[in-house]
């Protein structure tokens, strides 16, 4: 099992070197040039310009200045932050908690909803529950979070007035209030951004069961006389869950892109909203980071998934 | 195409048109013939719709601003007293259109890669999955939003306003969904290279590109069919993603993603504006998701119904 692990993460260091590559290379070929503004003041002379220019480095060739941006990425210098005044990566460790808080939240949330759901729906199947459920679970991926972020704030703060529709760090509450102000103001984006999960999570988990429950095994161990519940959870499930952690993977990066467009509508201080505001702000070396910074994060994820791939099918990591 | 295998009970009826069993097994699936007849409506309705209704997107009237629906606004007024159908309709036009042609990119450059993935024995064939693995991990919307910060001025110069913006967004959403098409076009030519009609061309001296274009990709093209039109609706989302975030089309330019950012600040005051575009964005979703649903009953060879 520790080689397995050992190869994937040897797999994913190729996958990040070309996403940073690809990261890179588009910031390259992008027209518009940090030096642009010196290019236009008059009062710097041509020869500064030509030294600045060769200090930093602007005119090695492509593959050198991608070589020496990444030797800084791993050194930690990610650069500064023109508009915060800080380090890029201190600004973003700032706001990386606000982030997956979130997003672990409503993943959690997403599970909770669609593993009982799915699981139901796929033993009876073409029953009124699953008809229900599959059709909700279709409405539920159609609607984009950002309608939904809206239709909560008007419902639950406009015109219920039950929970607060602007996501605050500097809660004047101590002690229990302060957790219960935590979890309250959390309630809304958690429910978008999982119940969008939820959706998708609960058709593949129905499918994936769909899938299992007709294979021989399965009517082997109700013929031993299991009951229904053991022979669902503990034969069923198992084997199911395996192709649904892939797909729960490969649903990352649609994550972070719900999760981007959740903290702007309840202005959660995370990596997504600061990716906005150095958007509009024009902060070059923060949108960069961030960028990576999301990519990383979904590689990390996809190699959780596979770590726990093998765990649930010791095939895989005998192979 | 890769449903019209005859199924049994479709053989003993007497005549036979693939067309036919394709719309029968479609019409199977209510939800997806109303889907269609929606959509249809929807796409009538931004086509046609200035002819009769004839009120422009940008009359300013401050006076009769942030009204609920009435007969003289249909679906109300924003802040600035205009006519929200109007601005409807005209970004309708833009969404469905984007929508479109996002999908054009995507499926052309996914069947590009997955046939030469497919057809491909070596290296070549390795190296594109992983490409296509690697795209597969991209954070899509940062990315998006990064690649739209930086080409945004340049192709602004290049083709106007509206038009150099819907050129780089119809490209990058196209450019960054290719990959499940690619995917599955591989894994198609895959298997129909080995098939015995494809044999049968190839002994006959039909050159690679000609077993590809009248062989294969006819053959391959069901899955594709579903997975563009899922791919229109996905790209509906991306550009009023965009739109939504304040960094798609100009402030001036009425997407339905657009309307919603403006509407936003008004929620407590005047929610008609908000609701109004966004439902017209799910409905155009939700109907485009269930025809691809109903296309898969339709197209699925392996599925008897």
Redesign the interface.
Known sequence: MSQYVLRRLLIAIPSLLGISAVLFFVLALAPGDPFSELATNPNVPPEVQAALRARFGLDDPIYLRYLHWLFAMAHGDWGFSFVSRMDVDRLILQRLPATLYVIGSAQVLALLIAIPVGVYAATKPYSLFDQIANTLAFIGFSLPTFFTGLLFILIFSVTLDWLPFVYTTDIKATGIHYVLEMIRQAIMPVAVLGLFQAASMTRFVRSAMLDVIRLDYVTTARAKGLGQAKVIVKHVMRNAMIPVVTLIALQMPAVFGGALVTEQIFRIPGIGSLLISSILSNDTPVVMAVTFVFACLVVLFNLIADVLYGWLDPRISLR | MAGLTLASPSAERGVYSPWRETWRRYSRHK?AVVSAVLLLVLILAVVFGPFIWRVKINDIDIVAGLQGPSLTHPFGTDDLGQDILARMIYGGRISLAVGLAAMLVSVFIGTLIGALAGMSRGALGHGLMWLT??F????????L???I???R??LKAMFGPEGGIFILIVLVIGGLRWMPVARLVRAQFLSIREKEFVEAARALGASPVRQVVKHILPNALGPVIIAGTIDV?AAI?AE??LS????GFPPDTPTW?RL?FD??DF??IG?HW??FP?GA??IA??AI??IG?GLRDALDARRVI
Do not use: E
């Open positions: 939800l693995d690697l597969l991990s991209l954070p899509a919307l940062p990315l939003l990064m690649l910060y930086l080409f001025d340049a609706a989302i009023s993603t939504f975030l304040g960094l993603g919603l509407a936003k929620l407590d929610p908000a609701l966004g964005i799910f979703v939700v998701n269930f649903d």
